[in-house]
């Protein structure tokens, strides 16, 4: 079965600070892995995605993340925060190339502060 | 083009009442999801429909939640009798039928609509 775990609920960064948000799959197939950021009162929006053309993944806004094997990680970074990243991040798996059925870790709350 | 929008944005009932929900995917997205996010929790799964049709509702967490998709366009999702633990946000996400060239389908998610059972 797979799983998502992020570290850290809450994370909170500086403006102008790396932003280094933690996500580790577990997965016995090769897994589709996924950032998804929610805005207060929007809906979920894609940042970016992996399915295997490229280990190192570029999304929206600056963010980026690698997907690791060895380390079955997928962390997302962005070099310096914004103000306007504050959100709530949001990692998921999917274990086909449909993408649909997700199994998403709990959720990291980004506090950025001026 | 317009997104996925859901109704109501809130809804506040009392345990026992009926509650339904509603989600307008994107036009011709033959993919529908629900989620749904506990507070506090994970976000999860509850079905997926292909047209009318329910592919996968192995999330559906009892027989009180009832899912509909006539005609393969707008879905419901209703709850009766609400319970207090089903508060929450519940997520419609819709997607065409066939992937990208370049790999896993992408979700265009609603904002959610927020469900509180007193």
């Known amino acids: 079965a797979q799983s998502v775990t992020q570290l850290g609920s809450h994370v909170s960064v500086s403006e102008g600070a790396l932003v280094l948000l933690r996500c580790n799959y577990s997965s016995s197939v090769p897994p589709y892995l996924f950032w998804y950021v929610q805005y207060p009162n929007q809906g979920l929006q894609l940042l970016l995605k992996y399915t295997s053309a490229a280990t190192l993944v570029k999304g929206i806004n600056g963010f980026e993340a690698e997907f690791k094997k060895s380390e079955t990680s997928f962390h997302l970074t962005k070099p310096s925060a914004h103000m306007s990243d504050a959100a709530e991040y949001f990692c998921a798996v999917s274990e086909n190339n449909q993408g649909g059925k997700l199994i998403f870790g709990q959720g990291t709350e980004l506090s950025v502060k001026p | 083009e317009a997104g996925v929008t859901q109704f109501p944005s809130h809804s506040v009932i009392e345990k026992g009442q009926t509650v339904t929900l509603r989600c307008d995917p994107i036009?011709?997205?033959?993919?529908l999801y629900w989620y749904r996010r506990v507070m506090g929790k994970e976000i999860k799964f509850l079905l997926h429909?292909?047209?009318?049709?329910?592919?996968?509702e192995s999330g559906m967490p009892n027989n009180r939640f009832l899912a509909e998709r006539t005609g393969g366009t707008y879905s419901t999702l209703k709850v009766q009798p609400a319970e207090l633990e089903d508060s929450g946000v519940y997520f419609c996400?819709?997607?065409?039928?066939?992937?990208?060239?370049?790999?896993?389908?992408?979700?265009?998610f609603g904002a959610g609509s927020r469900l509180t059972v007193l």
């Open positions: 429909f292909v047209k009318e049709s329910k592919q996968d």
């Open positions: 996400a819709s997607s065409p039928l066939r992937g990208s060239a370049a790999g896993a389908n992408v979700l265009t």
């Open positions: 036009s011709g997205h033959d993919n």
